[in-house]
């Protein structure tokens, strides 16, 4: 039996001010609910989720970010509003928008393309750029909870330098994912 390790390729958000007192401001406001936060360390967008990943994979892995990597340069993107993904009757996800960019879409892109030579899911949901803020049991007070989502729906958040992405391995447990860097694509 191969041994696998769950994974994915994403670019790391550092908060600046505004995102973390965005953010606080949101566990705060829906303390009541159930709703698994993210930690504040932990925020990304993820470019490709990858799963359970054979470990004799990781290699390859390794040197399909360090060619999208050194194919880059620096580029810039904008985090902007809040929004929910949701099912009919509930909200699944809260997160931050991110202003459509054609840089960080050729990137995705590209990765999207080299792991599909390497044989992952060509299948891959389409890409959606968002930054995953917590993810969504139940909420009591719908109301008061698309109210608060729908205040900052429009609101300008921060501004994003891209340098570089990362290959993290994910270690689910009882308190939540820990990620692990398992290589950082450094862009030219």
Known sequence: MKETIRTFIAIKIIPEKKLA?????????LKGEEIRWVDINNLHLTLRFLGETDREQVAELIKVLESVSESFQPFQFEIKGVGVFKNKMQPRVLFLSVVNNPILHQLANEIRGKLNIMGFDE????????ITLGRIKYIENKDAFYALANRFSNEKIQNLTVSEITFYQSILGSAGPTYKPIKIGKFN
């Open 21 to 29: 007192e965005l953010f606080s401001n949101l566990r705060n406001s």
């Open 123 to 130: 299948n891959e949901k389409s890409f959606n750029p968002h």
